[in-house]
């Protein structure tokens, strides 16, 4: 009996709910809850793959110029060349000296610049495999067989140094182009990106402006130069470069009167003189960014010697010899020497003569430059290269360094006194100061002191030391 009347109103409250959910009203409501529940699973939906879409656009493109970055390239890569269905070439594209058109135009006019390139690079593969690896360094995936007598090359060239006319400003630009060509079913990035790159470098290295095809004989050339180059780079982005100050001597007072900067290196606790790492660099067309960092450097050292009395008639500065080609350097001098309130005429630019007959013209230039703007100009390793003799008979420099390979040992050496004697009579008749570098013992120093040079410089005196150690021994006492 108590199940049967169980049953029965369980029967009952079923009926009535099944009579309130036929309910117009009822009916209504729950549609429209259907109806929300169905439209805020799109929105979510809708929003999930906006905030991805957004991620992968944040991810794989690059901010300023739209295109696709190196990451994308990387993990699409194989895919991407997949997709040609047919043999491809990578073509790893620098701008030549981008970073004189940042410091000479600004960031905001450098920018522009990018974006328009990128624009003509999209312009010039119909597929639409361009990318931006980092800063002034692009790639573009084409087929091989369009470019079998070069006919892309011209194409790409063409296109991408036609002036660019920006905000009132018309900048004309040279590229740098390394091809590889991939001939692998598979191809691994890093050595497809790796060859190409060397590839690059070396039309760099022949004088930039032109493509280089990857071959093994640039393989053979590059083994040891591309670690040495990956060594530099860590170098510079972890700040194992810094400076040293070696006093250079009155030879008449025996007064420090000036100091040179001298590059040093501080890798795996060990500090060394980077010069096969500087002859790399030139090959890599890197030692551009070592000579910035050894001009800012120096002229910052300048700036705190003078702040706390050191008193200096000059400063030496190394720089490369191909710095000659690069036509917005002396503007970046003055720029820097007007950040750091230095007076030209107290900086010396040193650099090694060229030993080509080609080069004079350029470098007399270079030099005429220099000495417009209030630079004083030196001369390394005078009388061992190619034009010496025209360079005093044209009075284009201020001092010359005989190289100290005329001088160690000299007190024993007739015919290297006889040639440094020569050297510094020649430089008196063009009124040229001399400074006379490797000076180690008092024997050579007795012979050269009677040839009298105007300077004097070598570990008999001095061994170069750190900003820290020039301010302790030669500040004045009231600083």
Same mark, same amino acid.
């Given at each position: 009996?108590?199940?049967?009347?169980?049953?029965?109103?369980?029967?009952?409250?079923?009926?009535?709910?099944?009579?309130?959910?036929?309910?117009?009203?009822?009916?209504?409501?729950?549609?429209?809850?259907?109806?929300?529940?169905?439209?805020?699973?799109?929105?979510?939906?809708?929003?999930?793959?906006?905030?991805?879409?957004?991620?992968?656009?944040?991810?794989?493109?690059?901010?300023?110029?739209?295109?696709?970055?190196?990451?994308?390239?990387?993990?699409?890569?194989?895919?991407?060349?997949?997709?040609?269905?047919?043999?491809?070439?990578?073509?790893?594209?620098?701008?030549?000296?981008?970073?004189?058109?940042?410091?000479?135009?600004?960031?905001?006019?450098?920018?522009?610049?990018?974006?328009?390139?990128?624009?003509?690079?999209?312009?010039?593969?119909?597929?639409?495999?361009?990318?931006?690896?980092?800063?002034?360094?692009?790639?573009?995936?084409?087929?091989?067989?369009?470019?079998?007598?070069? #006919?892309?090359?011209?194409?790409?060239?063409?296109? =991408? +140094?036609?002036?660019?006319? %920006? *905000?009132?400003?018309?900048?004309?630009? !040279?590229?740098?182009?390394?091809?590889?060509?991939?001939?692998?079913?598979?191809?691994?990035?890093?050595?497809?990106?790796?060859?190409?790159?060397?590839?690059?470098?070396?039309a760099k290295r022949l004088g930039k402006d032109q493509m280089l095809v990857y071959s093994e004989n640039i393989k053979n050339r590059?083994?040891?130069?591309?670690?040495?180059?990956?060594?530099?780079?860590?170098?510079?982005?972890?700040?194992?470069?810094?400076?040293?100050?070696?006093?250079?001597? #009155?030879?008449?007072?025996?007064?420090?009167?000036? =100091? +040179?900067?001298?590059?040093? %290196? *501080?890798?795996?606790?060990?500090?060394? !003189?980077?010069?096969?790492?500087?002859?790399?660099?030139?090959?890599?067309?890197?030692?551009?960014?070592?000579?910035?960092?050894?001009?800012?450097?120096?002229?910052?050292?300048?700036k705190t010697f003078k702040q706390m009395g050191v008193e200096l008639e000059f400063l030496s500065i190394n720089i490369s010899a191909?710095?000659?080609?690069?036509?917005?350097?002396?503007?970046?001098?003055?720029?820097?020497?007007?950040?750091?309130?230095?007076?030209?005429?107290?900086?010396?630019?040193?650099?090694?003569?060229?030993?080509?007959?080609?080069?004079?013209?350029?470098?007399?230039?270079?030099?005429?430059?220099?000495?417009?703007?209030?630079?004083?100009?030196?001369?390394?390793?005078?009388?061992?290269?190619?034009?010496?003799?025209?360079?005093?008979?044209?009075?284009?420099?201020?001092?010359?360094?005989?190289?100290?390979?005329?001088?160690?040992?000299?007190?024993?050496?007739?015919?290297?006194?006889?040639?440094?004697?020569?050297?510094?009579?020649?430089?008196?008749?063009?009124?040229?100061?001399?400074?006379?570098?490797?000076?180690?013992?008092?024997?050579?120093?007795?012979?050269?002191?009677?040839?009298?040079?105007?300077?004097?410089?070598?570990?008999?005196?001095?061994?170069?030391?750190?900003?820290?150690?020039?301010?302790?021994?030669?500040?004045?006492?009231?600083?």
């Amino acid at each position: 009996m108590a199940l049967f009347t169980h049953n029965y109103l369980a029967s009952t409250h079923v009926a009535q709910l099944i009579e309130i959910l036929a309910q117009p009203w009822v009916v209504l409501i729950m549609s429209l809850a259907i109806v929300m529940i169905a439209i805020w699973f799109l929105v979510y939906i809708r929003y999930k793959r906006k905030t991805f879409s957004l991620y992968e656009n944040m991810l794989y493109n690059d901010e300023l110029t739209g295109l696709k970055n190196s990451l994308y390239l990387k993990q699409n890569f194989n895919n991407i060349v997949l997709s040609f269905d047919n043999a491809v070439s990578l073509y790893y594209i620098n701008i030549d000296n981008f970073k004189n058109y940042n410091d000479i135009f600004g960031h905001h006019l450098a920018n522009i610049l990018l974006k328009t390139f990128a624009e003509r690079l999209l312009n010039v593969t119909k597929y639409s495999a361009a990318y931006r690896v980092h800063s002034d360094h692009f790639l573009i995936i084409n087929r091989t067989s369009e470019d079998k007598e070069f #006919d892309f090359r011209d194409k790409l060239f063409n296109t =991408l +140094e036609q002036p660019y006319f %920006i *905000d009132k400003h018309e900048m004309k630009l !040279t590229i740098s182009v390394g091809r590889y060509d991939i001939t692998q079913v598979t191809p691994h990035y890093d050595d497809t990106i790796l060859k190409s790159e060397l590839a690059l470098q070396e039309a760099k290295r022949l004088g930039k402006d032109q493509m280089l095809v990857y071959s093994e004989n640039i393989k053979n050339r590059f083994a040891k130069a591309f670690e040495t180059f990956a060594l530099i780079k860590e170098a510079l982005e972890n700040d194992y470069f810094f400076l040293e100050y070696q006093p250079i001597i #009155d030879a008449k007072t025996l007064r420090p009167v000036g =100091l +040179e900067a001298l590059l040093r %290196i *501080d890798y795996k606790n060990k500090t060394y !003189t980077p010069i096969e790492l500087l002859e790399y660099a030139e090959q890599f067309f890197i030692i551009d960014d070592i000579d910035l960092f050894v001009i800012d450097e120096s002229l910052k050292a300048m700036k705190t010697f003078k702040q706390m009395g050191v008193e200096l008639e000059f400063l030496s500065i190394n720089i490369s010899a191909s710095e000659m080609r690069n036509k917005y350097f002396v503007e970046l001098l003055v720029n820097q020497t007007t950040k750091y309130d230095i007076d030209p005429e107290t900086i010396v630019i040193e650099f090694t003569e060229t030993h080509s007959p080609e080069t004079v013209e350029l470098e007399a230039k270079f030099v005429k430059d220099l000495r417009d703007n209030g630079f004083k100009v030196a001369m390394d390793d005078f009388g061992s290269g190619y034009a010496a003799l025209i360079r005093l008979s044209q009075n284009i420099i201020d001092k010359v360094k005989i190289d100290k390979s005329f001088v160690i040992d000299i007190a024993q050496n007739k015919q290297n006194q006889e040639i440094v004697k020569t050297m510094i009579s020649l430089a008196k008749v063009f009124n040229l100061d001399t400074i006379v570098e490797g000076v180690e013992n008092v024997e050579d120093y007795e012979v050269i002191k009677l040839l009298e040079p105007t300077y004097l410089q070598g570990f008999l005196y001095h061994k170069p030391y750190t900003k820290e150690k020039i301010i302790e021994m030669f500040a004045t006492p009231n600083n």
